[in-house]
Structures are given as C-alpha cells and as structure tokens.
C-alpha cells in the first residue's frame, strides 16, 4: 500500500495523532513515529522531518510536555500531553471526525451511484 504523503491532505493529521497517542501514554520521538505506522498498518509514515518540528510546535504551544530521561545510557526525551493539549486533542477530534464522515458520505454515495 502507498504511503500517505500529500501535504495538503496531511495537514493537521500528525498534530491529532501525536496528542491522540500521548494522552494514551507518554512517549518518545521514534516510539510515536514506529507507533503511527503500526496502527495505521504502514498507511501512514511520519518521518523526522515532520515529527520534531510538529513535537517542538506543540511544546511551545504548551500542549505537550518533554522530559529527558536516561535509558539504557541514551538520554530521551519523552513526551506527555497537557491539560491544554488535551482541550485542543477534543477539538481536533471533532473537526476530523466531522471530515471523515464527510469522505465517508462521498465514498458511500459513490457505491451507490
């Protein structure tokens, strides 16, 4: 299956996962990034060059929180959502849900056409 990579299809997408994922559990970079492919059954890859910056984005923001922690003798930075990560997750939730149902209508009326 081809990855998604269209940017203006994209667009918000790693923002929603990233704090969907987080207010499931704490995680570092490379945990979300091999995370969101798995659950997405590689449908979806985000890479570094969108990762970082989307976790730097959001820290400033205050919507998430990063921590160093030592693991294994490698320094990680693990990331936790905030309650105004968590306010945003929701809105951010109901607009793609709003999406989906969209594309889903579209597609449903194009079986029945």
């Known amino acids: 299956m081809k990855l998604l990579r269209s940017a203006s299809l994209m667009s918000g ?3 929603l996962m990233i704090l969907q994922l987080l207010a499931r559990n704490e995680m570092y970079g490379y945990e979300l ?14 890479g570094e060059s969108v990762l970082y ?3 730097h984005s959001l820290e400033k ?3 998430v929180r990063g921590r160093r ?5 490698r320094t990680r930075v693990y990331y936790s959502i905030t ?12 607009h793609w849900q709003r999406i989906a149902e969209g594309v889903e209508a579209v597609l449903q009326g194009a079986r029945h056409a």
Request: aromatic share 2%.
């Open 69 to 73: 922690r030592s693991v294994e003798g």
């Open 61 to 63: 923001r205050g919507l």
């Open 53 to 55: 910056p989307a976790l």
């Open 13 to 15: 997408v790693p923002e």
């Open 83 to 94: 309650q105004k990560g968590f306010r945003r997750l929701a809105a951010l939730t109901s």
């Open 33 to 46: 990034a091999r995370t969101i492919r798995t659950l997405t059954t590689d449908a979806i890859s985000v």
